[in-house]
């Protein structure tokens, strides 16, 4: 019997219809559309900004949009993982709303956080549980609502986030398609550099948190920058390697849009073409754990059967890696 593999088979997304613009934020902090463009690659992010609806809202969105692309019975779903960094509340996971919300009746599902890393880590899990021949669906859903976290005068962070939800479908291929190697890392070293101090069960939630900002989104971008840098491009390489991959191997860059000049670092050390690296954290900037099923969706049209794919990403913790995968199908 052939080798069992973990191939993508269905991608689907939503992104919030509110747009947050560069010119926009010049008006809350002090900022400029050149400085962010140039410094980021980032033009303008989507906001759900609709009272009382969080992630979850998103993610049955990005959801329901994939199984109607796809033509797919909930009831057929295994397994539903949720990759967020923004649950909707810490106690009760998200993902088992969201599956029991879309249909999902016969699926088990649980939350999967590890920060920007989140996606990339959930697709070793979704195709780890394929391989093990146990489950023939997995549906892995990314979705942050990063607006919820984010000081809007806090021009270090808030130019960078926006929200959005993308999501993939994994089924078991006897082709050789699908998920073929990954590198994934974390040290804990990051904690300090990229952080929300309060709310957890170090700092709980107190009047003193809240008005020192302890809930929102710390970062120490120069440092974050360097280690996204070279941990990002230092994976993407050695995958590349362990694989006997070429750069004229290599179709598609799908890289987490955290800033452009940390993608453009990763393909130049892979010595990609530019048409290759997949881009659109000009129209979303950073959405956490949708970056990676947004450019997917995005650019579903042009991806073919056999196209080999590196997908790299960088997140807090720190939390990285890469994947080798082999896309499965031509729209
Ligand atoms: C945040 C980030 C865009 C800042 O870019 P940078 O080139 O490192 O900028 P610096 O923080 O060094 O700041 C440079 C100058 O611009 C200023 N600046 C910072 N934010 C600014 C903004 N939004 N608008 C205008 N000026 C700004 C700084 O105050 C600094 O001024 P100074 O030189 O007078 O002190 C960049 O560090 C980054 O992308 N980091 C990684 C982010 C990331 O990947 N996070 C998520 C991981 S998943």
Redesign the pocket.
């Known amino acids: 019997m052939n080798k069992i593999t973990a191939a993508i088979t269905a991608v689907g997304s939503y992104v919030p219809d509110f747009v947050l613009s560069n010119q926009v934020l010049e008006t809350l ?4 559309d050149e ?2 463009t140039t ?2 690659g980032i033009k303008e992010r989507r906001l759900l900004k609709e009272e009382g609806k969080g992630t979850s809202f998103m993610a049955i969105k990005a959801a329901q949009n994939l199984l109607e692309k796809a033509n797919l019975d909930p009831k057929d779903i295994d397994l539903v993982i949720m990759a967020t960094a923004t649950p909707d509340m810490p106690v009760a996971s998200t993902g088992v709303y969201v599956a029991t919300q879309i249909g999902a009746t016969n699926a088990f599902a649980f939350d999967l956080q590890a ?2 890393s989140s996606f990339l880590y959930g697709m070793s899990a979704a195709s780890a549980y394929i391989a093990s021949g146990k489950y023939k669906k997995v549906l892995l859903i990314g979705s942050d609502k990063m607006s919820s976290i984010i000081d809007y005068t806090d ?2 962070t808030c ?2 986030f926006g929200d959005g939800a993308g999501a993939v479908l994994f089924e078991p291929n006897t082709e050789g398609l699908g998920l073929q190697d990954e590198i994934l890392k974390s040290d804990g070293i990051g904690r300090e550099f ?1 952080k929300i101090e309060a709310g957890g069960s170090i700092l709980p939630a107190s009047e003193e948190t809240v008005k020192n900002k302890q809930h929102f989104v710390f ?1 120490d ?2 440092t ?2 360097k280690y ?1 840098v070279s941990g990002m491009a230092d994976v993407s390489e050695k995958i590349m390697q362990r694989n006997n991959l070429s750069h004229d191997d290599i179709n598609w860059l799908v890289a ?1 849009q ?2 452009r000049r ?1 993608i453009d670092a990763t393909a130049n050390r892979m010595g990609l073409d530019e048409a290759k690296v997949l881009i659109n954290i000009q129209k979303y900037g ?1 959405t956490t754990s949708a970056t990676l099923p947004l450019l997917l969706s995005d650019f579903e049209n042009q991806l073919k059967k056999g196209d080999n794919i590196i997908f790299a990403a ?3 913790g720190f939390t990285w890696g890469a994947i080798y995968l082999k896309w499965a199908y031509t729209k």
């Open positions: 902090v002090d900022t400029n400085w962010i410094r980021t920060a920007c021009r270090a130019i960078i990229l970062q971008g120069k974050v920058f996204a987490h955290a800033n940390i950073n960088f997140g807090g």
